[in-house]
């Protein structure tokens, strides 16, 4: 018999830049952080960048040297792991490593039960995170909405807490100032148990958006330094970064200074911890329609390049898939957020967020987060990759049944049968059968399925005083 060693393939993945573009890119953003420069509109991290080594002019125009960006990717971290809230490892964010979450601060919904478009509340929120807490191939969470019968300035802090009390996945949350990021922080150490629990098993990251490439507002560089310090995990974003209005109409000139931007934050994050858990956020945005003055994140022009540089690097990143331009879930929300999926998947694109975002990500819906679950699903099984093992090959079945048996009775066939992918939504019987059970659509299916999950899904336990804690700390917004 033939001897096989017991390995499992691993399947290749999409770099869409080769290695001299990658090195071309990477020394054009070096020339921007050296001689053009980057602002920095805070005094407190103009000053470590000048005790680092840059040289500041004009204020607070901060140009960094070289050395200094090599030296910062040498000592990030190359690997952040993201718990749940019971302390297990649920994430382990890396080179060409994907997880899917949805994202946060939509304006408006889709109701599930109307099919009407209208503005979300609370309860909203908490129907989103019930309902991808109970789908598993969903592996963090964000907000998805900003609710409207919420107290402007208490919107995050809520977002958070019902974030925290609903599901025990890993959290990505967002916050406009520094103030709401420490209270989104102290409501995460008083899950955990603690700051030092919280630093050593974070479960939460934040993630931070700055308002140009070459012009870092106060606010994110603030809650960049005090996530630094407290070694908790961040995302960096170089704001949209949309071509020709932030940066160059060309796509190589939006790389660099999209680039020049996320290691400017990079080098600043580990001048203040060396070590500091930075993700790079490596979302392709940049796509600006001319013709409708709508910014796209379906688009196919930057997708996977953003997400090359993060590997190049071998930094942890955070990306973009499974949204959709459409209005209504229908054949171009299906089709647009399983290329964005799919694209995402083979670029390696670490968080991968905004999974069922609508209406150019505006608008969310239930129905189209649970159908990009399905998608998810067929991903994850195809992104599998191969055993092979004498198990596996099956010589001794294929010698044993021969060309006159049958593999079906087989016992070999039973022990395997239950490892392919069966759907959960896609239909794959016979027309008789879809017709016999009402000719449903995949909308329709999809519609029972946010139905039953909302009416059985509960909320994990939380001791009512630490419930009372975190109510106190929102009172605090």
């Known amino acids: 018999m033939i001897e096989v060693n017991k390995t499992k393939l691993e399947t290749s993945y999409y770099q869409r830049l080769s290695e001299s573009q990658l090195e071309a890119l990477h020394n054009a953003s070096l020339e921007i952080m050296e001689r053009t420069g980057v602002r920095f509109e805070d005094q407190e991290a103009i000053d470590i960048l000048k005790k680092g080594g840059c040289d500041v002019t004009d204020g607070n125009l901060v140009h960094i040297p070289s050395w200094r960006v090599e030296w910062a990717l040498s000592i990030s971290p190359k690997q952040i792991i993201l718990y749940n809230q019971t302390g297990d490892p649920a994430i382990r964010l890396a080179r060409y490593r994907t997880f899917f979450g949805n994202g946060s601060d939509l304006l408006r919904m889709i109701d599930h039960r109307t099919d009407a478009t209208r503005e979300p509340l609370l309860q909203d929120i908490l129907d989103i995170v019930r309902l991808l807490d109970a789908l598993p191939h969903y592996d963090f969470i964000m907000s998805q909405y900003i609710p409207k019968d919420v107290p402007v300035e208490k919107v995050e802090v809520e977002q958070m807490r019902v974030m925290l009390e609903y599901t025990n996945k890993p959290i990505v949350y967002v916050t406009t100032d520094m103030h709401n990021t420490a209270l989104d922080v102290e409501m995460a150490e008083a899950v955990a148990g603690g700051e030092d629990a919280l630093r050593c098993k974070p479960f939460a990251a934040c993630y931070i958006n700055i308002s140009h490439p070459l012009r870092h507002n106060p606010d994110s560089v603030q809650k960049l ?14 704001s949209i970064t949309t071509r020709a209005l932030t940066g160059p109409i060309t796509q190589a000139g939006f790389l660099a200074i999209n680039n020049a931007a996320a290691l400017a934050g990079l080098v600043l994050s580990q001048l203040v911890r060396e070590g500091a858990p930075y993700i790079r956020c490596c979302c392709p945005g940049g796509t600006f329609d001319m013709k409708t003055m709508v910014g796209l ?12 540089l993060a590997n190049y690097y071998k930094t942890p990143g955070f990306g973009l898939g499974g949204s959709t331009a459409s209005k209504v879930v229908d054949q171009q929300a299906a089709l647009e957020a399983a290329i964005g999926l799919v694209t995402g998947v083979l670029a ?6 905004d999974v069922g975002y609508m209406a150019s990500s505006t608008t969310g819906s239930l129905i189209q987060t649970a159908i990009c679950h399905e998608i998810i699903a067929w991903l994850k099984e195809y992104m599998g990759g191969l055993e092979i093992s004498p198990e596996t090959l099956a010589l001794d079945v294929i010698n044993a049944v021969g060309s006159q048996g049958k593999f079906l009775e087989h016992e070999h066939t039973y022990r ?23 000719s ?14 909302l009416a059985a899904h509960p909320a994990p336990p939380m001791d009512q005083a630490l419930h009372q804690k975190l109510t106190a700390i929102i009172d605090k917004a």
């Open 416 to 438: 395997h049968f239950r490892e392919d992918y069966y759907p959960e939504l896609v239909d794959q019987g016979d027309y008789d059968s879809w017709v016999h059970s009402g």
């Open 440 to 453: 449903k659509t995949m909308k329709e299916r999809a519609a029972e399925k946010v139905e039953k999950i």
């Open 348 to 353: 390696g694109g670490g968080l991968l967020h």
């Open 225 to 238: 330094i005090y996530l630094s310090r407290k070694r908790l995990p961040f995302i960096y974003r170089p």
């Open 297 to 308: 994140h379906s688009a196919p022009e930057i997708r996977g390049y953003n997400e090359a």
